[in-house]
């Protein structure tokens, strides 16, 4: 019997139930800070997109946002495996944990983990173990897997990573397992950085904050990147997912694109202190 990572957010940051759920989805997309329409998945698969930068706030704040990733995502087919990298909000487990195997559960069904690839990585990396227990609690990579079965159904794997090292060093360590695995297995893979960015300060502090961040990731510079982070205070809870995707680009001669950027304050209406939300496009 597969190990199934049943969902712990459910009824909290997205609905609980299969209908309402999909009317949260399909809400996003068709919200005036959204794509304004339902994807529409291409029966063909197109290739050339590496990976987006997608938040994991609540439906209500950050969804409209994270659906210009996916509704992008959706015009270029079917992938076989998704991978999610999230961050490590609880402190539990290991540095760079990735999900063995099994499947992974929300109201809209089940995905399986691609195992072979989860073994892969940790083989060719020097920090990524496998390991369940960062992910026990951890919503980052949760909340990304109702709009990718919306999408897809069960047409596609998926291996969730979540980092508690963000560092330039770690994102390329992980950047460098990923290709080489996914060149290994002949694997056809998107990436995805589960991250929100700017926390908790006025509306207009954060939009100048994370515009200098993201004006360094679409530079596809994790040092310039991280170094602004640091000096400028902001608050980014996934960079080391973002580096990852940034240096994954760089190895490829690909490029980024800011597809969508607002703030909590855009949809839920108080810009008093507000958390920023970015979807970014990586591509060949």
Not at 88 to 108: A, D, I, M, Q, R
Not at 135 to 152: A, K, M, R
Not at 212 to 226: N, V, W
């Amino acid at each position: 019997m597969k190990k199934t990572r049943r969902p712990v957010v459910a009824g909290y940051f997205y609905p609980g139930s299969r209908e309402k759920l999909v009317e949260a989805i399909e809400w996003s997309f068709k919200h005036s800070l959204g794509p304004g329409d339902l994807p529409k998945l291409s029966h063909e698969r197109k290739r050339g997109i590496i990976g987006y930068v997608v938040p994991h706030a609540g439906y209500i704040y950050s969804g409209p946002i994270a659906a210009h990733a996916y509704y992008d995502m959706a015009m270029h087919g079917t992938p076989e495996t998704v991978i999610i990298i999230g961050t490590n909000h609880t402190g539990v487990g290991k540095p760079v944990s990735v999900y063995p195997e099994g499947v992974w559960e929300t109201p809209l069904g089940v995905l399986q983990v691609d195992s072979e690839l989860a073994k892969a990585i940790t083989e060719q990396s020097e920090l990524a173990d496998l390991d369940t227990y960062a992910h026990l609690d951890e919503h980052s990579v949760e909340v990304q897997l109702p709009f990718l079965q919306y999408i897809y159904g069960e047409k596609l794997k998926l291996l969730p990573i979540v980092m508690g090292v963000h560092t330039p060093e770690a994102a390329r360590d992980l950047a460098s397992a990923i290709i080489n695995s996914a060149r290994k297995l002949n694997r056809d893979i998107i990436v995805l950085s589960s991250s929100d960015f700017n926390h908790y300060e006025p509306h207009e502090v954060t939009v100048d904050k994370d515009m200098l961040a993201i004006s360094k990731i679409l530079e596809l510079s994790s040092e310039e990147f991280y170094r602004v982070m640091l000096e400028k205070d902001i608050s980014i809870c996934g960079p080391g997912g973002v580096m990852t995707l940034i240096e994954i680009t760089k190895h490829l001669n690909g490029h980024a694109v800011l597809l969508k950027h607002a703030t909590s304050g855009d949809t839920g209406g108080d810009k008093t202190a507000v958390v920023g939300y970015a979807s970014i496009k990586f591509y060949l």
